[in-house]
């Protein structure tokens, strides 16, 4: 079994930063592909990020590459979401999730979840 725990959530004003981290244990952290997916009230949830075992390959979607940074630490087993120039849409449930595969893009695809946290963005 995978856990994973989310911190990092808070209060931001547009135009401000965050930083998401996730702490993974259970299994052997660099066999997985890492994911951040997202989810603001009466919305899906949605895919943000991806990063590879290696860390050498990264996924954005369209709504945050250029703002949102994906990163990991396999010495720490830490998972990283570094948010730049926050907008109001921005809010919403944060969760990371860990599967097998880059390229996907579905919540399906991927095997556990944390708990989430929240992130508001104030204007």
């Known amino acids: 079994q995978v856990q994973l725990v989310e911190s990092g959530g808070g209060l931001a004003q547009a135009g401000g930063s965050l930083r998401l981290s996730c702490a993974a244990s259970?299994?052997?952290?660099?066999?997985?592909?890492m994911g951040w997916f997202r989810q603001a009230p009466g919305k899906e949830r949605e895919f943000v990020a991806a990063?590879?075992?290696?860390?050498?390959?990264?996924d954005y979607a369209g709504s945050v590459k250029g703002r949102f940074t994906i990163s990991r630490d396999n010495v720490k087993n830490l998972v990283y979401l570094q948010m730049n120039s926050l907008k109001l849409e921005d809010t919403g449930m944060y969760y990371c999730a860990v599967t097998t595969n880059m390229g996907r893009r579905q919540g399906s695809d991927y095997d556990y979840w944390g708990p989430g946290t929240q992130v508001t963005v104030s204007s």
């Open positions: 259970g299994r052997t952290f660099s066999n997985y592909v």
């Open positions: 990063i590879s075992r290696s860390g050498s390959i990264r």
